[in-house]
């Protein structure tokens, strides 16, 4: 998507050749305009396969989540919360999640209620790193007796394992910008 690796190489800002700072349209301010085009490219890209149900995690994959709904005639969407409240109520699908960058593990859950079986679902992220966000996503969807149609992320780093490990669980991930590497602190995408 040009005109997400266009905002990219203007914006973003890379810190030891390793992580990419997108704060100025994704992860704290967000542009709607851009954000938008990102959930119609989604659904371009699963224009091929029914999606009855957006799943994705708090909080940088809603907004991109809500995009995508908006595309794809307002599918319901459900995020996976990282932290138990005192308003979680009832049963929910829980999995683990080891956190690369905060070297700490989590558990993410979904209420039973929004997560229901027999459907097909796309899982939406903003990163794809180690891909273990990811795995737990799926991990919940299959829970429930539903299938992954597809995972959709906004920007991956190939040079992460998180896109072999998905597909070697026999996922198909489409994301719109590809990082292969940095170079100077300057991303270089893939192709
Ligand atoms: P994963 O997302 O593939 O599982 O990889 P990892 O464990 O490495 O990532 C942990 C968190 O850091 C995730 O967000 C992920 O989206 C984010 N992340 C990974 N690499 C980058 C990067 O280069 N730039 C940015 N901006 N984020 C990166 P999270 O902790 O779930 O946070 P949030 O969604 O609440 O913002
Ligand atoms: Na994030
Ligand atoms: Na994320």
Do not use: W
Request: with cysteine; net charge negative; charged share 20%.
């Amino acid at each position: 998507m040009d005109e997400l690796k266009t905002r990219i190489q203007q914006d973003g800002i890379v810190i030891d050749n390793r992580i990419l700072k997108v704060d100025n349209f994704l992860n704290q301010q967000i542009d709607t305009a851009l954000i938008t085009h990102v959930g119609q490219a989604f659904a371009g890209r699963f224009r091929d396969c029914p999606i009855d149900r957006i799943v994705t995690i708090e909080s940088s994959g809603i907004a991109v989540a809500y995009a995508a709904s908006i595309a794809m005639a307002n599918i319901p969407i459900v995020f996976a919360r990282k932290k138990k409240s005192l308003l979680t109520q009832g049963e929910q699908y829980t999995a683990s999640i080891y956190s690369y960058t905060k070297e700490e593990t989590y558990t993410a859950s979904i209420s039973k209620t929004y997560l229901p079986a027999h459907e097909n679902i796309l899982i939406i992220d903003d990163f794809l790193a180690s891909g273990a966000a990811a795995m737990g996503m799926a991990q919940l969807v299959e829970q429930a007796g539903s299938t992954v149609a597809g995972i959709g992320i906004v920007i991956e780093k190939t040079f992460q394992p998180g896109r072999q490990k998905l597909e070697g669980a026999g996922y198909r991930v489409e994301s719109l910008a590809r990082i292969s590497h940095f170079e100077n602190n300057t991303p270089i995408f893939a192709e």
